[in-house]
């Protein structure tokens, strides 16, 4: 009984400091928008059920979709000036459900720009489930996609939300996407650490893996890195940040703060996205690609 008590006022309160965090960072509009474009998020992911999280797990997610929106958009407005053509092709990896590039789509029409998505997972129910959809999706690897797209279809933006953590070796990922595709911007998201670790939390918490029924690429954080690591990493790789943001789950400048001491333990505090330009002055360095 006590347990549940807990649980139930944890839940309250977060739900209380994402609310305030969102209105402080004027996303209530932009989450609106999303929800009226995708009003059923059931399905995002295999691992996870709307109906057995709550209903703060859906209110966080709507507010991390609002942040990652955001990113791209911004990423779009520094190549829309003028020049930009009819239509962006935007592959997006890791895509569980079409979900973003339906956004995307649907509110850059407004701007007379049509937005051709490509979804690309590995995983073949999340494929079928796009294509189901009418998406086009791919199932690959993210560590094979350079060899699907480097010579064939030309991408004008990679996607890649909560997915560079989930890698075995993401400065080889980048470093491929670099060099071995056409594309130039990148946009990414990761959970915000303060300190860089090796994830892997089901050996860390054994526990914790009752949650899934078996332990995939999926469910599995390999390397979470704070974003100054991140950005060396990108760096190394070819990439350099042209934008950076941080998205928490609670408000600055109230107690409502301290809250994220709970959401350290818990959970993450909050998620760095970053947009990304191709530059390869410091990775050709390094001469053992």
């Not at 239509?87 to 590039?101: K, V, Y």
Request: glycine share 4%; proline share 2%; with cysteine.
């Amino acid at each position: 009984m006590l347990k549940k008590v807990l649980v139930k006022a944890y839940f309250s309160i977060a739900q209380k400091a994402l609310r305030t965090a969102n209105t402080q960072e004027d996303r209530q509009k932009l989450i609106c928008q999303l929800t009226d474009i995708v009003p059923n998020l059931s399905t995002q992911y295999s691992t996870w059920e709307a109906k057995k999280s709550g209903e703060f797990d859906l209110e966080k997610l709507r507010s991390i979709h609002a942040f990652q929106i955001s990113l791209v958009l911004k990423a779009i407005s520094r190549i829309d000036d003028g020049t930009l053509k009819d239509a962006i092709t935007i592959a997006d990896i890791g895509d569980s459900a079409g979900t973003h590039l339906a956004y995307l789509k649907k509110l850059l029409i407004k701007k007379e720009i049509l937005i051709n998505g490509v979804s690309v997972n590995q995983d073949a129910n999340a494929v079928r489930k796009i294509r189901k959809q009418g998406g086009y999706a791919l199932q690959a690897k993210a560590e094979n996609i350079h060899q699907l797209l480097g010579a064939g279809e030309k991408v004008d933006m990679f996607l890649s939300f909560q997915m560079l953590e989930h890698l075995m070796n993401p400065a080889l990922f980048m470093h491929n996407m670099a060099t071995k595709t056409s594309t130039d911007r990148f946009v990414i998201t990761v959970p915000f650490l303060k300190s860089s670790r090796v994830g892997l939390k089901y050996l860390r918490r054994p526990q914790d893996s009752r949650r899934f029924t078996k332990i995939n690429a999926e469910n599995t954080h390999i390397f979470e890195l704070s974003p100054d690591d991140w950005k060396l990493l990108f760096r190394f790789s070819g990439w350099k940040v042209v934008y950076q943001e941080r998205f928490f789950m609670y408000p600055s400048g109230s107690f409502l703060s301290l809250f994220k001491y709970a959401l350290r333990r818990f959970d993450f505090e909050g998620f760095w996205g970053a947009v990304l330009e191709k530059d390869l002055s410091e990775a050709d360095l390094y001469k053992d690609w």
